[in-house]
């Protein structure tokens, strides 16, 4: 075996390709895939036992999302992700979250607001089972879905870009430490503001909460 742990990734329901991208993220959030390293398609593809072909097809699809870049006769490196870059993603989140945040919890229709409560209680589970990509998953349908409330498209994919270039590393240690569960709990908090109809304090909750998820990288950072 190689750098990755053996899968088990054929089940009837979905497309290999798409399996080996699920598992290649699970391995960038595990810390199993290093920042700057340069992996190649066969080398992963003997880790999986399986050829290649849909290796290389997922590792384009990350590089779409901005998680690997191509590396010419050698492979994908895995893209590095600073402080500077981190800082500037969380200042381009915030001026764009949390006024749309205000302005949903003003417009909303509480049965679509309510809609969201399942997904903040399954962040919250994902957290204290130590599920990371149950987390993660359920963390960017909230914030998605959330946005996608003040009906502008072109802002929900701008948001959806950035949390996939500012995704976690060292989430592994930050969950042994018990770390992510009070920023999944401010999900619920949030959501039971924006219900109350106060704007004022959901747009607090929600600057509060991206200054944590900030902290959260930095200490990502440290533990790498």
């Known amino acids: 075996m190689g750098h990755l742990k053996q899968r088990n990734l054929i089940t009837a329901t979905e497309r ?54 191509p590396v010419r006769n050698k492979g994908f490196r895995v893209t590095e992700v600073n402080e500077r870059d981190l800082d500037q993603y969380t200042e381009i989140r915030t001026l764009i979250e949390v006024p749309t945040t205000g302005r949903v919890a003003r417009t909303a229709a ?25 987390y993660l998953e359920a963390d960017r349908q ?44 401010e999900h619920v908090e949030l959501l039971d503001l924006m219900l109350a109809g106060d704007a004022k304090g959901a747009e607090k909750c929600m600057a509060r909460h991206l200054g944590h998820v900030r902290s959260l990288w930095a200490k990502g950072a440290e533990v790498r």
């Open 16 to 69: 290999l390709r798409d399996q080996v991208a699920h598992a290649l993220r699970a391995a960038l959030i595990s810390g199993e895939l290093r920042p700057g390293e340069v992996y190649s398609a066969p080398q992963l593809a003997e880790d999986f036992g399986i050829s290649a072909t849909p290796v290389r097809e997922a590792m384009l699809d990350l590089a779409r999302e901005g998680l690997v870049e």
């Open 110 to 134: 509480r049965e679509d607001l309510e809609a969201l409560r399942p997904v903040a209680e399954e962040i919250v589970r994902a957290a204290r089972d130590h599920d990371l990509i149950g």
């Open 142 to 185: 909230f914030h998605l879905t959330l946005l996608a409330l003040s009906g502008n498209e072109r802002l929900v994919e701008t948001v959806g870009d950035l949390r996939k270039r500012s995704r976690l590393y060292g989430l592994t240690a930050l969950d042994r430490r018990g770390e992510l569960i009070p920023s999944a709990e």
